[in-house]
């Protein structure tokens, strides 16, 4: 069987996320759609697509279809409308055709800025079932995963595309000139805002690029579940409010209702806005506009939307209200289904028209959801054997490695050969994102009864604790974190210890995982680890002679910086209580990892192991015949991690073997010489996983 790569099951899933696209119009409902819709990528007018748009497009709304429309009226309301910013051209076009004709029967001429984005279809389409995994830890693995593949930079990107949209040279900039050179001329038309989601985000550029364009104002903005950061709505929207901004009101749901809300069917358990906090903003729990806590809990904002009764200078409007007045009233109980409720475009229409409007009727069809969600079930199948081999030797010059991709390769020959499907990723497809998410595709798809294995062959570093979590009281020492070096670490993309117990926190109960690590780590000495640094140098000039080299890098600036931007400051969850993985390592904390003659040290003596151990012998037993191949060469020795049954455990075997026994004697306990965590208690299981945590310098980015 040869190993699978990632680069197949990227190409896989971007193949599925092309033909799903589509916004399935027909080409006479495309044509009547035309004239209200500017369609931007990167915060210019889009050429591709079912819509393109350019300047004589939107020349042409300005001087030939909105004077038209508004020939037989007098002072013809604009709406100008921004859903979010994740989803498909194709969804934008399909929620601008479901409210066009409806707007227009009201008397208003809607402007629809469509965005051409599709990461929540990409995202949600990729993501595996998570089986086994359940409610708020279900929707942790999913929020991992959303950042490990790129939410944050794609809702950054998205972000900056908003905001180059309405500078100078972008796409709205140029109808924001128009609308006030039309305006100019047509004194009696109101222009109105809406924005859904992340068109929050766009009006927070282009309203105030619009007054600066000699709009002389906006009647209304109203905000429809805004996933806009507090701060940012406070510098560039809340000064317009009572100036440039005539009036303003937010939809949005009530804090249990957006608990209650579901994201891609099944697949996460709150709403949107939950997730974009979670995932998508660079600091963890940034405050969210449209979420009903971040506004009760900023003095700032409570005072704004009167939320004590106090004089407010906007209004807010909590979905589920569905009496009081007819501008009040929202009944919406999800965060895409607001531009589908009626109740709550009734409402933005009366304050738009200043009348009854038209009944709404446009509700979205069970054949266009918000994204496409996940299979809600899977074929029963039998226990699987999964692992991920990853190596790296294509490091910068003067760090490269010579042994590490050969053995992925041997480490995935092994296993092979007792039954693992192997997944390699090997030089420049191990890149951060890629190693989380093979990890996660580990855990995600397992289940009681399955046997995983994680082996990683590089380069180890260290980089300064920014959490807090290594800190111990009474001891003011400067921390530290271990970590693992892929790809692409120089950017700042390392895989660090704290972050590895919150996926395999994930790990269904009765799931088998053990990792195989050779690299330099330091496990429970984390302030030992700039001292380690003289270690591996002098040991590394010792051992050229010998044509060994040392699986360690000593950080430079450079990493350590773009690794702190990265990071921000994390929040400190504290230590996990109760590890349930095992990890061989290839020396220890005060040791050097070395690759000798095209192999690592480690993995020449413990891959050749994994076949006649498998299925027959204990991780104790295990260990104890990898320690007797350094016998003769003790610069390196290594040792185990895990909890304290693991040693006694079948070598590679499902939980619910039974342990090997020899002559119908009782299973084999922990070897004595085998070094293992040993944990008694709550305090010591606590410290077990910690130390664990910090032995594997693994896998998570937040």
């Given at each position: 069987?040869?190993?699978?790569?990632?680069?197949?099951?990227?190409?896989?899933?971007?193949?599925?996320?092309?033909?799903?696209?589509?916004?399935?119009?027909?080409?006479?409902?495309?044509?009547?759609?035309?004239?209200?819709?500017?369609?931007?990528?990167?915060?210019?007018?889009?050429?591709?697509?079912?819509?393109?748009?350019?300047?004589?497009?939107?020349?042409?709304?300005?001087?030939?279809?909105?004077?038209?429309?508004?020939?037989?009226?007098?002072?013809?309301?604009?709406?100008?409308?921004?859903?979010?910013?994740?989803?498909?051209?194709?969804?934008?076009?399909?929620?601008?055709?479901?409210?066009?004709?409806?707007?227009?029967?009201?008397?208003?001429?809607?402007?629809?800025?469509?965005?051409?984005?599709?990461?929540?279809?990409?995202?949600?389409?990729?993501?595996?079932?998570?089986?086994?995994?359940?409610?708020?830890?279900?929707?942790?693995?999913?929020?991992?995963?959303?950042?490990?593949?790129?939410?944050?930079?794609?809702?950054?990107?998205?972000?900056?595309?908003?905001?180059?949209?309405?500078?100078?040279?972008?796409?709205?900039?140029?109808?924001?000139?128009?609308?006030?050179?039309?305006?100019?001329?047509?004194?009696?038309?109101?222009?109105?805002?809406?924005?859904?989601?992340?068109?929050?985000?766009?009006?927070?550029?282009?309203?105030?690029?619009?007054?600066?364009?000699?709009?002389?104002?906006?009647?209304?903005?109203?905000?429809?579940?805004?996933?806009?950061?507090?701060?940012?709505?406070?510098?560039?929207?809340?000064?317009?409010?009572?100036?440039?901004?005539?009036?303003?009101?937010?939809?949005?749901?009530?804090?249990?209702?957006?608990?209650?809300?579901?994201?891609?069917?099944?697949?996460?358990?709150?709403?949107?806005?939950?997730?974009?906090?979670?995932?998508?903003?660079?600091?963890?729990?940034?405050?969210?506009?449209?979420?009903?806590?971040?506004?009760?809990?900023?003095?700032?904002?409570?005072?704004?939307?009167?939320?004590?009764?106090?004089?407010?200078?906007?209004?807010?409007?909590?979905?589920?209200?569905?009496?009081?007045?007819?501008?009040?009233?929202?009944?919406?109980?999800?965060?895409?289904?607001?531009?589908?409720?009626?109740?709550?475009?009734?409402?933005?229409?009366?304050?738009?028209?200043?009348?009854?409007?038209?009944?709404?009727?446009?509700?979205?069809?069970?054949?266009?959801?918000?994204?496409?969600?996940?299979?809600?079930?899977?074929?029963?199948?039998?226990?699987?054997?999964?692992?991920?081999?990853?190596?790296?030797?294509?490091?910068?010059?003067?760090?490269?490695?010579?042994?590490?991709?050969?053995?992925?390769?041997?480490?995935?020959?092994?296993?092979?050969?007792?039954?693992?499907?192997?997944?390699?990723?090997?030089?420049?497809?191990?890149?951060?994102?890629?190693?989380?998410?093979?990890?996660?595709?580990?855990?995600?798809?397992?289940?009681?009864?399955?046997?995983?294995?994680?082996?990683?062959?590089?380069?180890?570093?260290?980089?300064?604790?920014?959490?807090?979590?290594?800190?111990?009281?009474?001891?003011?020492?400067?921390?530290?974190?271990?970590?693992?070096?892929?790809?692409?670490?120089?950017?700042g993309n390392l895989i660090i210890d704290d972050d590895l117990g919150e996926i395999f926190d994930l790990l269904p109960e009765g799931v088998n995982l053990t990792a195989f690590f050779d690299s330099c780590h330091s496990?429970?000495?984390?302030?030992?680890?700039?001292?380690?640094?003289?270690?591996?140098?002098?040991g590394a000039e010792r051992a050229a002679d010998h044509g060994r080299r040392a699986r360690f890098l000593v950080p430079d600036e450079t990493t350590t910086a773009n690794f702190r931007l990265r990071r921000g400051t994390?929040?400190?969850?504290?230590?996990?209580?109760?590890?349930?993985?095992?990890?061989?390592?290839?020396?220890?904390?005060?040791?050097?990892?070395?690759?000798?003659?095209?192999?690592?040290?480690?993995?020449?003596?413990?891959?050749?192991?994994?076949?006649?151990?498998?299925?027959?012998?204990?991780?104790?037993?295990?260990?104890?015949?990898?320690?007797?191949?350094?016998?003769?060469?003790?610069?390196?020795?290594?040792?185990?991690?895990?909890?304290?049954?693991?040693?006694?455990?079948?070598?590679?075997?499902?939980?619910?073997?039974?342990?090997?026994?020899?002559?119908?004697?009782?299973?084999?306990?922990?070897?004595?010489?085998?070094?293992?965590?040993?944990?008694?208690?709550?305090?010591?299981?606590?410290?077990?996983?910690?130390?664990?945590?910090?032995?594997?310098?693994?896998?998570?980015?937040?």
């Amino acid at each position: 069987m040869e190993p699978r790569t990632m680069e197949s099951t990227t190409a896989e899933s971007a193949a599925s996320v092309a033909a799903a696209r589509g916004s399935g119009l027909s080409a006479e409902q495309l044509a009547l759609l035309k004239p209200h819709v500017v369609n931007l990528s990167r915060g210019m007018f889009s050429s591709g697509g079912e819509i393109s748009t350019t300047a004589a497009d939107v020349d042409a709304i300005f001087e030939q279809h909105l004077p038209a429309f508004a020939a037989a009226r007098t002072g013809v309301p604009i709406v100008i409308y921004a859903h979010g910013g994740l989803v498909s051209e194709s969804s934008g076009l399909r929620s601008a055709h479901r409210q066009r004709e409806w707007w227009t029967a009201n008397g208003v001429y809607p402007i629809f800025f469509v965005w051409e984005t599709g990461f929540l279809d990409a995202l949600f389409g990729a993501l595996p079932g998570a089986r086994g995994v359940v409610g708020d830890l279900k929707d942790r693995a999913v929020e991992l995963t959303a950042r490990a593949a790129g939410g944050e930079r794609i809702w950054g990107e998205m972000k900056r595309f908003a905001e180059v949209a309405s500078a100078a040279g972008g796409g709205a900039l140029y109808v924001a000139q128009a609308l006030g050179k039309y305006v100019a001329a047509n004194p009696k038309t109101t222009v109105h805002a809406v924005g859904h989601s992340a068109g929050s985000i766009f009006h927070s550029y282009f309203v105030p690029a619009a007054l600066r364009a000699g709009l002389p104002e906006f009647t209304s903005l109203n905000l429809l579940a805004p996933a806009v950061r507090t701060d940012t709505f406070k510098a560039r929207l809340v000064p317009e409010v009572g100036k440039g901004i005539k009036s303003l009101a937010m939809f949005t749901m009530k804090q249990q209702t957006e608990l209650d809300d579901t994201v891609g069917g099944v697949l996460y358990g709150k709403s949107l806005l939950y997730l974009v906090r979670a995932s998508f903003e660079k600091e963890e729990f940034t405050p969210i506009l449209g979420l009903q806590e971040c506004v009760n809990t900023d003095p700032e904002l409570r005072k704004f939307f009167g939320v004590e009764g106090d004089k407010a200078k906007a209004e807010v409007i909590w979905s589920v209200t569905g009496s009081g007045p007819e501008t009040h009233r929202s009944t919406a109980t999800s965060h895409g289904g607001f531009d589908d409720d009626a109740a709550t475009m009734e409402s933005v229409a009366r304050r738009v028209t200043g009348k009854k409007p038209k009944p709404f009727g446009a509700a979205r069809t069970l054949d266009e959801p918000l994204v496409n969600a996940a299979p809600t079930a899977e074929l029963a199948r039998g226990n699987a054997r999964r692992a991920l081999c990853i190596g790296i030797n294509a490091y910068p010059p003067g760090s490269e490695l010579f042994g590490c991709v050969a053995d992925a390769q041997a480490w995935g020959s092994q296993l092979e050969s007792v039954g693992f499907e192997v997944t390699t990723l090997l030089d420049a497809q191990a890149t951060r994102v890629n190693i989380l998410q093979g990890i996660f595709d580990l855990v995600s798809h397992s289940a009681a009864g399955d046997v995983l294995v994680v082996q990683y062959a590089g380069h180890g570093t260290y980089v300064d604790d920014l959490d807090g979590d290594e800190k111990e009281e009474g001891n003011a020492q400067k921390l530290h974190d271990e970590a693992l070096c892929p790809v692409d670490f120089q950017d700042g993309n390392l895989i660090i210890d704290d972050d590895l117990g919150e996926i395999f926190d994930l790990l269904p109960e009765g799931v088998n995982l053990t990792a195989f690590f050779d690299s330099c780590h330091s496990g429970d000495g984390t302030r030992l680890l700039p001292s380690l640094s003289l270690t591996v140098a002098d040991g590394a000039e010792r051992a050229a002679d010998h044509g060994r080299r040392a699986r360690f890098l000593v950080p430079d600036e450079t990493t350590t910086a773009n690794f702190r931007l990265r990071r921000g400051t994390p929040v400190n969850g504290g230590p996990r209580a109760n590890a349930r993985e095992l990890l061989f390592s290839a020396c220890r904390p005060d040791e050097v990892a070395y690759e000798t003659g095209g192999h690592g040290d480690f993995t020449v003596a413990a891959s050749l192991l994994v076949a006649p151990s498998a299925l027959k012998v204990t991780n104790g037993d295990f260990l104890t015949k990898v320690l007797e191949s350094f016998s003769h060469q003790p610069r390196q020795n290594p040792y185990s991690y895990g909890p304290a049954a693991a040693s006694a455990r079948t070598f590679l075997a499902p939980l619910t073997a039974p342990a090997p026994t020899l002559d119908g004697q009782r299973p084999v306990e922990a070897a004595t010489s085998a070094p293992t965590v040993a944990a008694e208690d709550a305090a010591a299981r606590a410290r077990a996983a910690a130390s664990f945590l910090r032995a594997t310098a693994d896998f998570i980015d937040r």
